[in-house]
């Protein structure tokens, strides 16, 4: 059985490059829209040092690793409704908690995971703080809640050998970030260009 080098699918995918290449920019610009057409999101970070008051004579590297192991629980528990309630008092920040009333519980639940998370910069036991918000003022504010909430009752979580402090306070970013309307298109021109591969191929088989 001969096999046709002319037909083979390297050829055909090189004969119909502008083709494909369409597809791809088509399906890029959907996401772009798509991801336009979603609200906007500004992010605010902030960074607290997680220090543990250990005893004299544990070495550097065993307080840090203490430390990341308390900030993998706090991780968790910022996402909780005891720590929502503890963000929200804050007296020193007027939050814009529109979204999170008048909803179900599963609803302000998931919204409060999607505006407010922390994450554990390893090595430094540092703990950074983020927030979302359509608008980058409001975004510092709960970014800057939240900071204060852990620092004020870090304690009661995690005990009182530990102190936190705020060490790099609220700052957001000077553009949007949620939706990433540029890697959506990027995803969406490399879906376009292989599902245009793909349709080119089996057409010519």
Known sequence: MSFDIGHSPSKMLAKRWKAIALGGLAVAFVSFVASVAIPLEYRADAQVLIISRSRYGVDPYTVVKSAERIGENLVQL????DFYRKVVAQPQYTLDLSRFLNVDERTRRKRWAR?????VVFGTGVLNVSAYHRSPQEAERFAGAAADALVAYGAEYVGGDVALKVVNPAIATRVPVRPNVLVN???GFVLGVLLMGVLVVKRRG
Do not use: E, M, Q
């Open 78 to 81: 910022v996402k909780t409704d």
């Open 115 to 119: 505006s407010v998370n922390a994450s």
């Open 185 to 187: 298109a990027l995803v």
